[in-house]
């Protein structure tokens, strides 16, 4: 049996992070010299950012991009315990909106203290400082330390490509990293009844925001995140999100809560058409579970190798275990791929070796049969489906790791 072991390295706060740098803006300069800016300077002494006594004052800074952030200091003085810090990727109703880190992730406890350290573990474009109470608060310095969050890219498709007069619009228009063509070439499906748009990330990832540029409202668009093409994707979870408007004809779609999968699909309910100048998706790739061995074993000899080399031979549990079979499965040099579903003839039913029961399959029902000594294997290909196959078949397998 192989056993896996995981080594914790504990190190300190933004060890491996950069200090991050953005354009600034506050509620009210308290005088000419305490404008926002101050407060990332390089300067931890006066003068600082300073807001006038005003309810709903507040402090931001715009990090022009999307970034998972690991501390935040902050060199000030004042009422602090009565200011509340957010980070997302929204401006709506001056950044309140996105998630408020707790008070508990700070320290020391927000009081009269000249230094606070923040640990947040959230990740946006946006931090911000605000309070709802009639006071001042100055900011001598901010330092933000974090690493920016993965622009994504894949393989995208659309429901149809538009002829245009010189020129047909792909769907790979919408990821070409041109926003300056649009009015040429755009990913712009036609006049088709709930026409949509879809990018394979060839990966499972956590999604933290969609930034989408084109020159239509997109009120009637609905995002899906998740693993599955089943009816153009519109099976997966639909993102339930907060749509900010960016200078440029750009919109930023903040899913909450996250969604996490292999496909990201557009879909425009009421309008004849769907066209997408340019989409930016940012997010972070989980590990696969499962390690494709391109050696050709009978079922047997698959399992003996597993469990010599890794762990198990694979089990399929739900729709992300299956997204990323899929994904090992497509560089095998066999038809088909073993996993670690068998059938006992003595109990009568299809059980995973790692002593998990059923629930999630993928069968080709005109492809399972139940006798002995036969177990499952999924298709190298198409839609990746399950066969039962006999024991005796040589194929490639997929072994479970340590993730």
């Known amino acids: 049996m192989f056993w896996c072991l995981m080594f914790i390295s504990l190190i300190g706060s933004h060890v491996a992070d950069e200090i991050l740098n953005g354009k600034t803006s506050q509620s009210t300069d308290f005088k000419?010299?305490?404008?926002?800016?101050?407060?990332?300077?390089?300067?931890?002494?006066?003068?600082?950012?300073?807001?006038?006594?005003?309810?709903?004052?507040?402090?931001?800074?715009?990090?022009?991009?999307?970034?998972?952030?690991?501390?935040?200091?902050?060199?000030?003085?004042?009422?602090?315990?009565?200011?509340?810090?957010?980070?997302?990727?929204?401006?709506?109703?001056?950044?309140?909106?996105?998630?408020?880190?707790?008070?508990?992730?700070?320290?020391?406890?927000?009081?009269?203290?000249?230094?606070?350290?923040?640990?947040?573990?959230?990740?946006?474009?946006?931090?911000?400082?605000?309070?709802?109470?009639?006071?001042?608060?100055?900011?001598?310095?901010?330092?933000?330390?974090?690493?920016?969050?993965?622009?994504?890219?894949?393989?995208t498709s659309q429901s149809t490509d538009k002829q245009l007069s010189d020129s047909t619009s792909y769907s790979a228009n919408a990821v070409d990293g041109d926003v300056n063509t649009c009015a040429d070439a755009m990913a712009d499906t036609e006049h088709h009844e709930n026409p949509w748009w879809r990018i394979d990330l060839e990966g499972v990832y956590d999604i933290s925001a969609i930034e989408i540029q084109s020159e239509d409202d997109l009120h009637d668009v609905e995002i899906y995140i998740r693993n599955s093409r089943e009816n153009n994707g519109t099976k997966n979870s639909m993102c339930t999100a907060n749509k900010i408007d960016k200078e440029g004809f750009w919109k930023i779609f903040d899913c909450n809560p996250s969604l996490a999968g292999r496909y990201v699909t557009l879909v425009s309910r009421n309008s004849t058409s769907l066209t997408l100048c340019e989409v930016e998706i940012y997010g972070s790739k989980r590990e696969s579970p499962f390690l494709l061995i391109k050696k050709k074993k009978n079922w047997e000899g698959a399992l003996n190798y597993c469990r010599e080399k890794h762990m198990d031979l694979a089990s399929i549990l739900n729709d992300e275990d299956q997204a990323w079979a899929e994904l090992e499965a497509r560089d095998a040099n066999t038809p088909f791929v073993w996993l670690g579903l068998r059938y006992t003839c003595t109990l009568g039913f299809w059980f995973w070796i790692e002593d998990h029961v059923l629930k999630f399959n993928r069968w080709d029902v005109k492809n399972k049969t139940e006798g002995c000594d036969t177990s499952c294997a999924m298709q190298r290909t198409e839609d990746h489906l399950w066969y039962t196959k006999p024991d005796n078949q040589k194929f490639n397998f997929l072994c479970a790791t340590c993730t």
């Not at 990727?89 to 408020?100: C, F, H």
């Not at 990740?123 to 994504?152: A, D, H, N, P, Q």
């Open 32 to 155: 000419d010299n305490r404008n926002s800016d101050k407060a990332v300077d390089g300067k931890k002494k006066s003068p600082c950012a300073r807001t006038k006594a005003l309810e709903n004052s507040w402090w931001r800074i715009d990090l022009e991009g999307v970034y998972n952030i690991s501390s935040v200091i902050f060199y000030t003085w004042g009422q602090w315990d009565k200011v509340q810090i957010y980070i997302g990727n929204s401006r709506e109703n001056n950044g309140t909106n996105n998630l408020m880190v707790q008070a508990s992730r700070c320290s020391p406890k927000p009081a009269n203290t000249k230094v606070i350290t923040c640990k947040p573990n959230l990740s946006g474009r946006y931090v911000t400082v605000f309070s709802r109470e009639k006071i001042t608060f100055s900011l001598c310095e901010v330092e933000i330390y974090g690493s920016k969050k993965e622009k994504l890219s894949g393989i």
